[in-house]
């Protein structure tokens, strides 16, 4: 793992914005994995009021204060809003899975001195996730 990886998950909980009720979108696939972990995980989705039977939130901000990393699963214009989210909430790691990376997202990321892992690595691969 990298040393930005390292630092991502030295988070004691994890935010996965995006989180899918539809097991066949990757929202839904990285909170599973994280479950599939046995990390601590809360998805975050102004849609739906739980996934995967874990009651989410409906934005970055009412994240609980435990948690310092959040997995980002939305369309690159939306993980720009979600990075300013995080950097007001006092994230210090995102992830952007691939396709939901832009680069004025990263730049912020790099300016509020927030790690950033954005190389179109996928934490399903990292933590070699298989659906059961």
Known sequence: MTPAIETFFQSPAFGVVGASEDRSKYGNKVLRCYLSTNKTVIPVNPKVSSVEGIPSVASVSDLPDNVK????????????KVVEDAIAKGITSIWMQPGAESAA??????????????DHSCILVVLGYREH
């Open 69 to 80: 990393s959040i997995s980002v699963i939305t369309p690159p214009q939306v993980t720009e």
């Open 105 to 118: 997202a990263v730049e912020r990321c790099k300016q509020a001195g927030i790690n950033v892992i954005a």
